[in-house]
């Protein structure tokens, strides 16, 4: 089991950028694949980006598309997600995920909530308008 702290959420006016941290300890950080997924107030929790264990192999879902990022440092045992241009509709926790991936599928994507077993506590993300 990997733990997750995220950090860098907070408010921020429409257009504006922030990036999250999600930082792992207690395995092998290189070992895992990595998602960012969201939950809005009164909604589901829904993907965001996904990075492979690689971090060869990067996607996004098409409301963030052009304008998140996801990257990873595995000598720092994080995973970031840089946001620009934020819109109202962005307002929500962010929550990083992790999965433990066989080296043979060090390229692989899972951008389903049920993919992943390791999960941090969040960081609330507003934007104003």
């Known amino acids: 089991q990997v733990q997750l702290v995220e950090s860098g959420g907070g408010l921020v006016q429409a257009g504006g950028s922030l990036r999250l941290s999600c930082a792992a300890s207690?395995?092998?950080?290189?070992?895992?694949?990595m998602g960012w997924f969201r939950q809005a107030p009164g909604k589901e929790r829904e993907s965001v980006a996904a990075i492979s264990r690689s971090g060869s192999f990067t996607n996004y879902v098409d409301f963030v598309k052009g304008r998140f990022t996801i990257s990873r440092d595995d000598a720092r045992n994080t995973v970031y997600l840089q946001m620009n241009s934020l819109k109202p509709e962005d307002t929500a926790v962010y929550y990083c995920a992790a999965r433990e991936v066989a080296a043979y599928r060090r390229n692989y994507l899972y951008q389903r909530i049920s993919d992943y077993s390791d999960w941090g506590q969040g960081t609330q993300v507003t934007v104003s308008s």
């Open positions: 207690g395995r092998t950080f290189s070992s895992y694949a």
